[in-house]
């Protein structure tokens, strides 16, 4: 299959031999949407941006990310007009609740049922976030070409086969998004390349890990660390995909 533009990144994710190819790309693409809404274009500054990320406002870890990255004053304009979207709305909230009555039987509900209008609507706004909405979209379309890839290119299928697999996150999203994108044979080829892939490279992992537990008894100490010197990091990925070893991502200045 000829190499397409849409084409490229996935290519660059699976040849760099990672973790996750599917990692990578959640990386990079969360990086851009750092860049795009604090970065030196000031997207923050555009009336549509801002409208945007004021009524969709940022999660607890893109809000940290947010900080980390720096570009204080952009963070500020940013904070300034989303509170007033969320002054107005609360202030709407506050003028239309009325407390409800409480039965019995729902004394006994769980805290997670409760259907208190105010906590209803800040459960809202707590799974609301700009740069996860964003992320969303993207990592569809790359499902998307994925299969597209995983159909047409042979040799694609090939790099797969040899690569280090997926983190378990995104292989759970891989095999439901297999479901819709490929026909029944597909399906059962697909199933029969990725099962033993995941199989033999979670035990590698695991592997790295029990070694490194061994490299720590003393008699162990004059032996080959062998892969496991950052078999912590790597672990950790495979489980729950990520970086945990990287450092925040910051502004270029």
């Known amino acids: 299959m000829k190499e397409q533009l849409y084409t ?5 994710a699976v040849n760099a031999n ?3 190819p599917f ?20 997207s923050y500054m555009e009336s549509d941006v801002r409208e945007q990320t004021d009524l969709a406002g940022f999660c607890r870890d893109h809000f940290k990310k947010m900080f ?3 570009n204080t004053l952009g963070n500020a304009w940013i904070l300034k007009t989303h509170y007033m979207q969320m002054n107005r709305e609360m202030q709407n909230q506050f003028k239309s609740f009325k407390p409800g009555r409480v039965s019995l039987k729902d004394k006994f509900k769980k805290q997670t049922e409760a259907q208190n209008p105010i906590g209803v609507w800040v459960a809202e706004k707590e799974k609301s976030c700009y740069i996860c909405k964003r992320y969303a979209d993207t990592y569809q379309r ?3 070409t994925f299969f597209v890839m995983y159909q047409k290119d042979p040799e694609f299928r090939e790099k797969i086969k040899n690569s280090k697999g997926f983190c378990l996150h995104h292989f759970g999203d891989l095999c439901e998004a297999a479901d819709t994108r490929l026909k029944e044979k597909e399906k059962e080829d697909f199933y029969a390349m990725v099962f033993p892939l ?8 695991a592997e790295d890990v029990s070694w490194l537990v061994e490299k720590f008894d003393y008699r162990n100490k004059d032996a080959d660390w062998k892969s496991s010197k950052d078999a912590i990091q790597r672990g950790m990925q495979k489980l729950k995909g990520g970086y945990p070893a990287d450092p925040p991502y910051q502004r270029n200045k």
């Open 18 to 20: 990672d973790e996750c």
């Open 68 to 70: 980390d990255y720096g």
């Open 142 to 144: 790359y499902l998307d």
């Open 198 to 205: 995941m199989e033999r490279n979670m035990n590698r992992l």
């Open 23 to 42: 990692c990578f790309i959640e990386r990079n693409v969360e990086q851009d949407l750092l860049d795009f809404v604090l970065g030196s274009g000031s």
């Open 8 to 12: 490229i990144p996935l290519n660059d």
